[in-house]
């Protein structure tokens, strides 16, 4: 079963946001300024953020450095989203540095786990935090451990109502921790006519720190500074190069700002090897079954997502279903030419998308009560995309053993 929410969290609504940052400044503060007692990268954008921290953690770690992570949503357990030299943080753990937070009811629920995650990684000396920004950048709840390395992956479309109609206005809100730090890099997905709106003009490109270019088959080669190794990118989808380019590039720039050792080429590929990321073109196996699960979630990801399935020689049915807030129209119109069979699911979530308004994005498809009828009811190959929540509940489906 899915990891219930530890008992200081279930008063904290998970939906609440905050556009300020006083109430956690002050918490902290009265705490002792944890998020302080380390260096860390801050990784903000729309899309790839969580990917591209999974990776640069796992170089640093590779690298000797005790590194703790911290990203956004989880899929199974919440104790995804505190991670100590690779490893989850233990439910106990958790739930001792959270019941330091009671005495601050007002914190919403990502103020309250970002705040357990400084607790945790001061306890017990991480030298680097990575950090993946929850929403925007410039009040964003990670934004108080000013971070001294910063990167964007790239400005997409989502969370219009609170950080701009137009993408120049999210540009300029994900600007923010870039703005600030003291080396900020900019993704090679990142969109040239946005970066001025950045803030940012002495932010470099990735590509000025590590050249990184496709060497045939499945490999890449990257090199920087008179050295070179060739590797397995290790996530799936074109998309994933933008992401792995970025996160060795934050990894260099963590040697210039003195943060961790030089890149070495044998460590480069072992981290590169470490590196498990589910949820992110991965398969799970359920019932007998391999399940591709993706948790492209807004128009740019589906994108990605369409992208990499025109170019599988095999025709995936897909399971879909999303959040209330995403432009689910125009996820159906590149996701539907790519795919065979479409079934859809309403997810057990207060903010899920009501089925009428899916099936009105999918016209002619087969309409579920849930996941397991239907996996029943798709033909193999399958993929499962539109929300992290329907990835998570296939995750824990496949950890039960179910739908035999």
Same mark, same amino acid.
Not at 102 to 111: A, I, N, V
Not at 159 to 177: C, I, Q, V
């Given at each position: 079963m899915p990891h219930l929410l530890p008992l200081s969290l279930l008063s904290r609504r998970p939906g609440r946001i905050r556009p300020e940052l006083g109430p956690l400044q002050a918490a902290l503060e009265r705490l002792g300024n944890p998020q302080l007692a380390f260096s860390s990268v801050l990784v903000v954008g729309t899309n790839g953020k969580g990917s591209t921290a999974a990776m640069l953690s796992s170089l640093l770690r590779a690298h000797g450095v005790r590194v703790g992570l911290t990203t956004s949503p989880h899929l199974v357990s919440v104790t995804e989203r505190l991670? %100590?030299?690779?490893?989850d943080i233990s439910g106990a753990e958790l739930e001792r540095h959270l019941r330091r937070l *009671?005495?601050?009811?007002?914190?919403?629920?990502?103020?309250t786990l970002t705040a357990a995650a400084f607790l945790a990684f001061a306890d017990v000396g991480v030298q680097v935090a990575v950090l993946e920004a929850g929403m925007g950048g410039t009040w964003d709840a990670t934004r108080t451990a000013e971070s001294a390395l910063a990167g964007i992956t790239n400005v997409g479309s989502d969370?219009?109502?609170? !950080?701009?109609?137009?993408?120049?206005?999210? &540009?300029? *809100?994900?600007?923010?921790?870039l703005r600030t730090a003291d080396l900020a890099v900019l993704g090679?997905?990142?969109?040239? *006519? !946005? @970066?001025?709106? !950045?803030?940012?003009? *002495?932010?470099v490109k990735a590509a000025s720190l590590v050249g990184l270019e496709l060497v045939g088959g499945d490999r890449v080669g990257v090199s920087w500074d008179g050295c070179r190794v060739e590797v397995e990118p290790p996530l799936a989808g074109e998309h994933q190069l933008g992401n792995l380019h970025l996160a060795l590039a934050? &990894? /260099?720039? &963590?040697?210039?700002l003195e943060m961790a050792p030089p890149l070495e080429p044998r460590l480069v590929a &072992?981290? !590169?090897?470490? %590196?498990?990321?589910?949820?992110?073109?991965?398969?799970?196996? %359920?019932?007998? /079954?391999? %399940?591709v699960v993706d948790g492209a979630h807004n128009l740019e990801s589906a994108e990605a997502l369409a992208t990499f399935l025109g170019d599988t020689p095999n025709r995936y049915s897909l399971l879909f279903s999303c959040l209330a807030d995403k432009? @689910?129209?125009a996820m159906a119109r590149v996701l539907r030419p790519v795919v065979a069979e479409v079934v859809l699911v309403e997810l057990s979530d207060d903010r899920a998308m009501p089925m009428e308004e899916l099936a009105a994005a999918f016209p002619g498809a087969i309409r579920c009560q849930n996941v397991e009828a239907a996996l029943q009811r798709l033909p193999d190959p399958v993929v499962a995309a539109g929300s992290l929540r329907l990835v998570g509940r296939l995750l824990a489906l496949a950890a039960e053993g179910g739908t035999e």
């Open positions: 991670r %100590i030299d690779g490893e *009671d005495e601050f009811p007002d914190l919403t629920f990502f103020e969370h219009r109502a609170w !950080l701009g109609e137009t993408a120049r206005e999210r &540009a300029r *809100d994900k600007g923010g921790p090679p997905q990142m969109q040239a *006519d !946005l @970066v001025p709106e !950045l803030g940012a003009p *002495d932010a934050l &990894a /260099r720039g &963590a040697e210039k &072992a981290g !590169l090897a470490e %590196i498990r990321w589910p949820g992110r073109l991965s398969t799970v196996r %359920i019932g007998g /079954r391999e %399940i432009p @689910v129209r």
